[in-house]
T-cell receptor, first 114, second 109 residues
Framework: DAMVIQNPRYQVTQFGKPVTLSCSQT?????MYWYQQKSSQAPKLLFH???????NEADTPDNFQSRRPNTSFCFLDIRSPGLGDAAMYLC?????????????FGPGTRLLVL | GQNIDQPTEMTATEGAIVQINCTYQ??????LFWYQQHAGEAPTFLSY??LDGLEEKGRFSSFLSRSKGYSYLLLKELQMKDSASYLC??????????WGAGTKLIIKP
């Protein structure tokens, strides 16, 4: 089945220790998104790629970086995680940026910062 | 600013009907989505409305009034597995999704 895959499902890191979260998709979608979601809050868009075109949200901290080496994979790098970065990180894809197209989410990676 | 409002929590009884409301104020409008999110899991797509009116899909229906900046999700014949958060999201003039914080729906036997 075509899908969005995120690994690992749970990630524990230490304060200040760089961590990378990964996302892959078999849907061949052009757009990939990274969201941060804290408990009982709305998902917060960090950035998205439209093909190779990177789009950073204005309020995304510099501590968060992303890479998309090819259509299938996208990575979220947190250079120096703080306690406030503990959250669920959701990767999503859509075929294009057309407003009528739904975003399809991976299962998420829950990040714990010690 | 852009804003999506939904009730924080609702409770309903198994077998009953529940309506979850969403009001929005966004810069532009290119459609409204409803997603379901079970605890600890990712959101899954339920419905999309861009024109006024009711869209029915099995036990779930979604309604939109663009002039009022209002939508609702109607769930019929509630089942225990419908216990989840329901998120309303609007596609704005830049085709970015503006998300509500979600409505936690609790189903009681």
């Amino acid at each position: 089945d075509a899908m969005v895959i995120q690994n690992p499902r749970y990630q524990v890191t230490q304060f200040g220790k760089p961590v990378t979260l990964s996302c892959s998709q078999t849907l061949n979608h052009n757009v990939m998104y990274w969201y941060q979601q804290k408990s009982s809050q709305a998902p917060k868009l960090l950035f998205h790629y439209y093909d190779k075109d990177f789009n950073n949200e204005a309020d995304t901290p510099d501590n968060f970086q992303s890479r998309r080496p090819n259509t299938s994979f996208c990575f979220l790098d947190i250079r120096s995680p703080g306690l406030g970065d503990a959250a669920m990180y959701l990767c999503a894809t859509s075929r294009n940026r057309d407003s009528s197209l739904a975003q399809y989410f991976g299962p998420g990676t829950r990040l714990l910062v010690l | 600013g852009q804003n999506i409002d939904q009730p924080t929590e609702m409770t309903a009884t198994e077998g009953a009907i529940v309506q979850i409301n969403c009001t929005y104020q966004t810069s532009g409008f290119n459609g409204l989505f409803w997603y379901q999110q079970h605890a600890g899991e990712a959101p899954t797509f339920l419905s999309y409305n861009v024109l006024d009116g009711l869209e029915e899909k099995g036990r779930f229906s979604s309604f939109l009034s663009r002039s009022k900046g209002y939508s609702y999700l109607l769930l019929k014949e509630l089942q225990m597995k419908d216990s989840a958060s329901y998120l309303c999201a609007v596609s704005d003039s830049n085709y970015q999704l503006i998300w509500g914080a979600g409505t936690k729906l609790i189903i009681k036997p």
